[in-house]
């Protein structure tokens, strides 16, 4: 990845990298040995190099912002009960505090909450960004339950 390309994504979201709560991610696995918060963070970076490789032309505010928060939900889903149904209930959850800690607008909410589709078969992705954080997200999510364990 390019230093320029670095810097785009680190200006969007380097708010919230510094926010406890996102830190607090770095306490949780998500998928091998990946805390949450690394997870989010190589989605953040996939979904930018598919928008860029595909030319979507994406808003990055929405798509980054998104990304990184769309496994904000701050708890250990492998420990019951979180972990039953943690796959349809998640996103509903890390899109509520999501909008409680940070507002985020609709745009963002929309996409962090039907990024588990077609696991939340009705909760489909509407906008280029929710589809590009969709599959960022399952691309990630194999390469690290594959590879990173």
Same mark, same amino acid.
């Given at each position: 990845?390019?230093?320029?390309?670095?810097?785009?994504?680190?200006?969007?979201?380097?708010?919230?990298?510094?926010?406890?709560?996102?830190?607090?991610?770095?306490?949780?696995?998500?998928? @091998?040995?990946?805390?949450? $918060? %690394? *997870?989010?963070?190589?989605?953040? !970076?996939? /979904?930018?190099?598919?928008?860029?490789?595909?030319?979507?032309?994406?808003?990055?505010?929405?798509?980054?912002?998104?990304?990184?928060?769309?496994?904000?939900?701050?708890?250990?889903?492998?420990?019951?009960?979180? @972990?039953?149904?943690?796959? $349809? %209930? *998640?996103?509903?959850?890390?899109? !509520?505090? /999501?909008?409680?800690?940070?507002?985020?607008?609709?745009?963002?909410?929309?996409?962090?909450?039907?990024?588990?589709?077609?696991?939340?078969?009705?909760?489909?992705?509407?906008?280029?960004?929710?589809?590009?954080?969709?599959?960022?997200?399952?691309?990630?999510?194999?390469?690290?339950?594959?590879?990173?364990?």
């Amino acid at each position: 990845m390019k230093t320029e390309d670095k810097k785009q994504i680190y200006r969007i979201i380097k708010t919230y990298l510094k926010d406890p709560h996102v830190q607090e991610m770095k306490n949780y696995i998500q998928h @091998g040995s990946v805390t949450t $918060y %690394r *997870h989010t963070i190589n989605v953040v !970076k996939m /979904a930018y190099i598919l928008d860029k490789k595909l030319g979507l032309h994406a808003d990055q505010e929405v798509l980054l912002t998104a990304a990184l928060l769309h496994d904000f939900y701050l708890y250990d889903w492998h420990k019951r009960p979180w @972990g039953d149904l943690h796959g $349809y %209930r *998640h996103p509903h959850r890390a899109a !509520k505090k /999501a909008v409680e800690i940070f507002d985020v607008n609709e745009r963002v909410k929309s996409a962090i909450e039907t990024h588990m589709w077609p696991v939340t078969l009705l909760k489909v992705p509407r906008s280029r960004e929710a589809w590009l954080l969709c599959y960022a997200d399952k691309f990630s999510s194999m390469a690290e339950t594959l590879w990173m364990r």
